[in-house]
C-alpha cells in the first residue's frame, strides 16, 4: 500500500492511451511539472511528467504518452489527461 498511496517519493509510470491527441504538448508537458489544478477534484497534485511515447507503429500511435508521478489518487491519470485536453479525453 506504500507504494500505491503516494505518499512516498516512489515514482510510477503509467501508459496512457488517449482517444485524441493531446493538442497543446508543450503546454500539458508544463502543466504536469507545474502540479496540475485538478477542478473536479478540488486539488492540486504533485508536480509530474508527461511524454509522448515514440516509436509506436499503427493505430494511436500519436495518442500513446507516459505519465510519471509520486502519488496515486483514485483515478488520478484520468483526471490530469482530461484536464490538460479540455475534456477531450474523459
Known amino acids: 500500500r506504500r507504494v ?3 505518499g512516498g517519493s516512489v515514482e510510477k509510470e503509467y501508459r496512457v492511451a488517449t482517444r485524441l491527441p493531446i493538442d497543446d504538448l508543450g503546454a ?3 502543466a504536469f511539472a507545474g502540479g496540475l489544478y485538478l477542478p473536479d477534484n478540488q486539488r492540486t497534485c504533485r ?3 508527461l511524454s509522448q511515447v515514440a516509436g509506436v507503429a499503427g493505430e494511436g500511435a500519436d495518442r500513446t504518452y507516459l505519465v510519471t508521478l509520486c502519488e ?3 483515478h488520478q491519470v484520468k ?3 482530461n484536464a490538460v485536453s479540455g475534456g477531450a479525453n474523459r
Open 4 to 6: 500505491t498511496d503516494g
Open 72 to 74: 496515486g489518487k483514485r
Open 28 to 30: 500539458a508537458v508544463a
Open 47 to 49: 508536480p509530474a511528467k
Open 79 to 81: 483526471c490530469m489527461v
